[in-house]
């Protein structure tokens, strides 16, 4: 059964079907998700959508969600990612690629996140879009850290030299297997230990572009949903990465599941 450590559960796109896209999942063999909150509503909606042992979930704020925080949001979020189902202090990090939030504030909220986590003894959810090495320079001026994801990497050979360096997971999602911005990543997936290396849809976004043809007719699902990804998909990502790697589907399917149970202190679930 694959493991996809990141989806959008709660995003709008999938408010009209979400029961739904969870049971196309498991069909296409997805047997594990973590359900990815970015700010304090969804971490709590999260949390509410967890289901163990097939559903864990995160807690925290993503840079696009660093502006106008309430003066308690370290509080309340302290409270949230407490929670037995919650596995990991995150989406955070640093997006200098948008910048939705300034990006002074995205370093501070994103330094109060690590601290949490080292507090909490969680593992860290981390977005870098673009930041030059800036994120790799906060993990490691906090010193001691519990596990860390580098959720949906993109970065270069630099930036992936220095998280593995630092013992961290890269996660893996459908950019891979797209033709036009994908040609750094699939030159680095080959590099990444296979120990290291999970894998995720990011899903609704990042939508794989192996995805048969006849995938929303083979579900009955309407053409709006055309760009739409979800966790059903996560086989594609699998097959994009087995095609740059030596291993066998099987053996990454296998090895992507163990590590994410490692990662996130699963591996007594069922």
């Keep these: 059964m694959l493991f996809d450590v990141c989806v959008n559960l709660l995003n709008s796109q999938f408010n009209s079907d979400r029961e739904a896209v969870i049971e196309r999942a498991h069909n296409a063999g997805v047997g594990k998700l973590l359900i990815t909150a970015t700010n304090l509503a969804t971490s709590t909606q999260a949390i509410v959508w967890s289901q163990p042992p097939s559903r864990w979930c ?28 919650v596995v990991a202090v995150g989406e955070t990090g640093l997006d200098f690629y948008r910048n939705f939030s300034p990006r002074t504030l995205q370093i501070e909220v994103f330094d109060q996140q690590i601290g949490l986590a080292a507090r909490l003894g969680k593992p860290l959810f981390v977005h870098d879009r673009d930041s030059k090495g800036e994120v790799y320079q906060r993990l490691q001026k906090a010193g001691d850290l519990p596990p860390v994801l580098i959720h949906c990497f993109t ?26 911005r994908g040609d750094t990543l699939r030159e680095l997936v080959p590099h990444i230990p296979l120990e290291r290396l999970v894998i995720e849809t990011d899903a609704p976004f990042l ?13 009955n699902l309407p053409a709006k949903f055309k760009r739409r990804n979800e966790p059903a998909l996560l086989p594609r990502v699998l097959e994009a990465i087995t095609h740059l790697r030596p291993e066998s589907a099987a053996e990454v399917a296998r090895a992507t599941a163990d590590n994410a149970a490692i990662l996130f202190g699963l591996q007594d679930s069922a």
């Design 58 to 85: 995160t807690a925290g704020i993503h840079p696009h969600d660093a502006t106008d925080l309430p003066p308690t949001w370290l509080e309340e979020l302290t409270h949230l990612a407490q929670h037995k189902h």
């Design 155 to 180: 970065g270069t050979r630099a930036d992936l030299e220095a998280y593995l360096a630092a013992g961290f997971y890269i996660g893996i999602t459908g950019w891979v297997a797209d033709p036009r």
């Design 207 to 219: 939508k794989p572009h192996n995805t048969p043809a006849d995938f929303l007719d083979d579900h």
